[in-house]
């Protein structure tokens, strides 16, 4: 059954119908077969009393990624995984939906929501197509999460599609240099250019040596500029993150001293024109 509207659908559980790209379908496989492993981050990131973002960590008051008060906000993480930046939402005062594309995923963050006693409403289902009317969100945000395994010509039309006049979207992915040193066998990114830039859309990783498995996406910066123009949003801020100084540890197969000489990851600020 598909929620009319996020007032209307607290608690409910529900999958939109119709046949997933086949992106979707083998980043479904992938996340549930990896699901056990974000247990315990989840788990982390649940319990912290303030918000940390990205494989860095990098806190809330350097990015400023949520708005400090949302009370009464609508809002919707699409690919909210173990649901943590939802429940932060919450505490600000926002009345959140969270979808994602793993059953396994969504069952880790309905534990932890009851945990916390927190008040979600978790989707299963794909954030390129999600069951709300128009005009149903004050504001979306993704954390690695439809930012990265979505199609940016899908998703970033269905994010304003979502969004009333005004709205916000929010999201943290990795960056276009990381994607193009990042070798095609899966190995750590490097300081060589390994990729064409512009050829970055669809990355399919089922096929690599190290850690196979799902279909990522990526835009080189004009073309995210390009597709947010004519989508209808404007964008609000554009922030390359640094690894911080103290760093010494890769982080998902990016290098420390890789990510503080080059951006490893971006967000991006847009509102709804
Ligand atoms: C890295 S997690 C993001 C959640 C959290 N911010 C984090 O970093 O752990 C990536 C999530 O995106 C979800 N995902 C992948 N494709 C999706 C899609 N088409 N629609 C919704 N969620 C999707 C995955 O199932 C996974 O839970």
Redesign the pocket.
Known sequence: MEPTSPKESRQSTATPQGV??E??QE??R???G??DE?VA??ER?WRQEAPTW?IWSIPEFELQMLPEDMSDQDAI?????????SNWMARRGAKCVG????E???DTARRLAEEHDTELTLLH????TVPYPDASFDFAI?????????DPYA?IPEAHRLLRPGGQLVF?ASSAWATACSPLDGSEVGFQLVRSYFTTHRTDWREVEIDPG?VEFQLPASRWFRLFRDTGFEVLDFIEIQAPEDQVESKFHVPADWAKKYPSEVVWKLRKR
């Open positions: 997933l790209p992106h979707v980043n479904r992938y996340w549930d990896m699901a974000w981050p989840g990131h990205g993480e699409l690919g909210c995984g173990t649901g943590y930046v979808i994602d594309n793993s396994k995923q969504l289902g794909n954030a390129e993704s954390e690695y999460g439809a930012a990265i395994w979505c998703w943290l799902g």
